[in-house]
């Protein structure tokens, strides 16, 4: 008799224990870089991704994100380029007009050391001439399915497959960055900035690579956060005094084109989101434009529209 009352309290003790993990699981699951807005009889749902991305990474993605892709009438990602209009400076004039002779030397440097010639990429505004470097960079160390499927464009593929014929725009309507940088920045904070960015995609290839992958784990993870401060922590770097300053005006500049570009993406969400044209969302944007300071998710909540965060599925703690 005693035998049995233990066995049933210890069948109890096992059980609370069990029922303890599962609460304790289903409560501590991560939040997603996913947002829900529920407006004008419609479901906006906003998506925080990553600009690097791999196929078989795609059983990994949360299933609410699967699902209300799935439902979804319109899709907006980022940017679209749909033309080379804008890229280039006018006759006449280059990128060797708009930063100083040391800085243009330095690119030369590194652009010769593939066997390239500047001359044949400065007819590029410094937006697109960057993002020149980032394809031969991708070509070079072999990571350009990273750079081609990042989780905007794996959506958007998918949309373009999608019987039901659902539509597609972007948050973004013309390249701000590229402009702001080459209208905002003076011409030696340019000159260093292009000169600090392709010194990474040049010669870094291979950290890229393994950059990309931490960061890809670190957003199925929702870890992104975490990520990025250990990053720059052991990224420090000693510089210059000229150096530091270039650095520090150049933080502010950046810092104030993320806030203008938040801005204008927020409008158009809310553009869609007052339009009668959908029902149903999915909109995408880097997952830090709906985190930190000044995100597109506080500027939706500072035009009164209520935003809740979605956590991840959850998940049975033990194999049954």
């Known amino acids: 008799m005693i035998r049995l009352k233990y066995l049933c309290l210890a069948s109890i003790i096992i059980v609370l224990i069990f029922c303890l993990i599962l609460i304790s699981s289903y409560v501590s699951r991560p939040y997603l870089y996913f947002w829900t807005i529920e407006s004008n009889c419609k479901t906006v749902f906003m998506l925080g991704t990553v600009h690097s991305f791999k196929p078989e990474f795609e059983k990994e993605i949360d299933k609410k994100i699967m699902h209300a892709f799935d439902e979804c009438d319109l899709i907006l990602i980022e940017r679209i380029d749909t033309t080379t209009e804008g890229q280039f400076y006018p006759h006449g004039d280059s990128l060797v007009n708009h930063i100083p002779e040391e800085y243009y030397n330095q690119l030369k440097e590194l652009i010769s050391n593939l066997d390239l010639r500047i001359e044949d990429y400065i007819l590029y505004r410094p937006g697109y001439f960057e993002q020149r470097m980032r394809l031969i960079s991708a070509a070079v160390y072999q990571y350009e399915d990273y750079y081609y499927d990042g989780l905007d464009?794996?959506?958007?593929?998918?949309?373009?497959?999608?019987?039901?014929?659902?539509?597609?725009?972007?948050?973004?309507?013309?390249?701000?960055?590229?402009?702001?940088?080459?209208?905002?920045?003076?011409?030696?904070?340019?000159?260093?900035?292009?000169?600090?960015?392709?010194?990474?995609?040049?010669?870094?290839?291979?950290?890229?690579?393994?950059?990309?992958?931490?960061?890809?784990?670190?957003?199925?993870?929702?870890?992104?956060?975490?990520?990025?401060?250990?990053?720059?922590?052991?990224?420090?770097?000693?510089?210059?005094?000229?150096?530091?300053?270039?650095?520090?005006?150049?933080?502010?500049?950046?810092?104030?084109?993320?806030?203008?570009?938040?801005?204008?993406?927020?409008?158009?969400?809310?553009?869609?989101?007052?339009?009668?044209?959908?029902?149903?969302?999915?909109?995408?944007?880097?997952?830090?434009?709906?985190?930190?300071?000044?995100?597109?998710?506080?500027?939706?909540?500072?035009?009164?529209?209520?935003?809740?965060?979605?956590?991840?599925?959850?998940?049975?703690?033990?194999?049954?």
């Open 153 to 320: 464009f794996y959506f958007l593929n998918k949309a373009k497959g999608r019987s039901d014929k659902v539509h597609y725009d972007a948050l973004e309507l013309c390249n701000y960055y590229a402009e702001f940088i080459e209208e905002e920045l003076p011409e030696n904070v340019l000159g260093y900035y292009l000169v600090q960015e392709i010194t990474s995609w040049l010669s870094e290839g291979e950290n890229i690579k393994r950059r990309m992958d931490s960061v890809i784990q670190a957003w199925l993870n929702s870890s992104i956060e975490n990520y990025l401060e250990n990053y720059s922590s052991n990224g420090k770097e000693s510089l210059s005094e000229t150096e530091e300053e270039l650095k520090e005006v150049l933080s502010v500049k950046l810092k104030s084109v993320r806030k203008n570009r938040n801005i204008l993406m927020a409008d158009r969400i809310e553009e869609f989101i007052n339009s009668d044209a959908y029902k149903s969302i999915f909109a995408m944007a880097g997952a830090l434009h709906f985190l930190g300071e000044d995100s597109i998710i506080d500027i939706l909540k500072e035009r009164g529209y209520k935003v809740k965060r979605i956590k991840k599925s959850f998940s049975w703690p033990f194999r049954l």
